[in-house]
């Protein structure tokens, strides 16, 4: 099994920033894909960004690119999500996710993970 705890979330006004974080702890040795979600009011889980083990990269939704960073020197313990230029359509939990295995194809799709955090709460509003 493996936990998963974020941090960081908060109110923060539009064009602003925040550094979410997400701590692993237990089975963490075959953890493959380590994620980023976000679940809005009334709207399904979507998948803001990942961090594949298994090749290196990093993934995100053409709605964050170029906002949005994905990062990890200990990864998978520990990772990062820097969010810059924020906007109210950013409001949301956001949640980490971390895989028992990778498939490029479905880096964004929830059934792809195998365990959850249990959410931070990120608002964007003046």
């Not at 994620?35 to 594949?52: D, I």
């Not at 200990?74 to 109210?88: D, G, K, R």
């Not at 939990?93 to 059934?111: E, F, G, M, Q």
Request: aromatic content about 12%.
């Amino acid at each position: 099994q493996v936990q998963l705890m974020e941090s960081g979330g908060g109110l923060v006004q539009p064009g602003g920033s925040l550094r979410l974080s997400c701590t692993a702890s237990g089975f963490t040795r075959n953890i493959y894909t380590i994620g980023w979600f976000r679940q809005a009011p009334g709207k399904e889980r979507e998948g803001v960004s990942c961090l594949s083990l298994a090749d290196g990269n990093r993934y995100y939704a053409d709605s964050v690119k170029g906002r949005f960073t994905m990062s990890g020197d200990n990864a998978p313990n520990t990772v990062y999500l820097q969010m810059n230029s924020l906007e109210p359509e950013d409001t949301a939990v956001y949640y980490c996710a971390a895989a028992w295995n990778w498939r490029k194809t479905d880096w964004s799709l929830p059934h792809l993970y195998d365990f959850w955090g249990q959410g931070t709460q990120v608002t964007v509003s003046a």
